[in-house]
């Protein structure tokens, strides 16, 4: 079935994504222990501006990129649900977590207040939609729990999408990460966002297509 074949090839490609920007993403451990190892000198004077905000935000946030696309495969879910409500709990701590984390480190981001106002808008939203879909989960919705963790992954995997953006803005003649931050605060995850509400809505109506027939 091609659309299944679609299916799969989508998830591999965020699984692995998401393990390579969240195992790049441990070199913030290092600065507990004073090492600076590959930070952008304007990422650190963000970080020893609001040390506590940005490393909550920088140290866990990798987590929920890491769980998060192993909660969309549908043959895990079936076949070891405990474990997917064990990593659910784990993904929804470490979103809010780093979400209050980001918030709080928004008004210091390094690319000045626009890309501030983009980065605590999506911190609200990520926390915001999170929060909805494990209330959804524990009301046993679970047509809605299963749509709003889509978007609130869309919003986890900014963190990949940015980072994809980056050599684009580069090679369009950005001097730096902060110089394109003002762009990537916002084009980092409304694609995202409008993707996944896209890709629901034509599903839904497949499936009312398929209930006709
Ligand atoms: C989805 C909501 C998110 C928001 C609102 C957010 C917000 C922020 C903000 C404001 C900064 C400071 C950037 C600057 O000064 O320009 C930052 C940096 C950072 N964030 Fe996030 N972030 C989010 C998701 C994630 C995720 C899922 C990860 C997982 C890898 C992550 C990892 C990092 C890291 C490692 C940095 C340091 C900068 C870098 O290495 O590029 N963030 N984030």
């Not at 978007?151 to 580069?170: D, E, K, N, V």
């Not at 916002?186 to 009312?208: C, D, F, G, M, Q």
Request: one cysteine or more; glycine letters at 8%; aromatic letters at 10%.
């Amino acid at each position: 079935m091609p659309r299944q074949y679609v299916a799969n090839g989508a998830r591999a490609a965020m699984a692995i994504l998401a393990t390579l920007i969240a195992s790049h993403a441990l070199r913030y451990y290092g600065v507990l222990g004073h090492v600076w190892l590959g930070i952008d000198p304007k990422l650190r004077a963000v970080i020893e501006h609001a040390p506590v905000q940005a490393l909550t935000h920088m140290l866990i946030a990798p987590i929920a990129l890491l769980v998060g696309p192993f909660q969309f495969y549908p043959q895990l879910r079936a076949r070891y649900p405990t474990l997917h409500r064990v990593a659910g709990r784990l993904y929804v701590a470490a979103c809010l977590i780093a979400g209050v984390g980001a918030l709080a480190t928004a008004p210091y981001a390094s690319g000045g207040p626009v890309a501030g106002f983009g980065f605590g808008l999506l911190a609200i939203c990520w926390i915001a939609t999170t929060c909805a879909a494990w209330r959804a989960a524990v009301r046993r919705d679970f047509a809605r729990h299963r749509l709003l963790m889509r978007f609130s992954y869309a919003m986890t995997f900014a963190a990949a999408t940015l980072r994809l953006q980056i050599p684009i803005g580069l090679a369009l003649g950005a001097s730096s990460y902060s110089a394109m931050s003002p762009w990537l605060a916002y084009t980092s995850w409304i694609p995202n966002v409008i993707l996944v509400a896209l890709y629901s809505t034509a599903e839904k109506r497949r499936r009312l297509a398929i209930a006709a027939e």
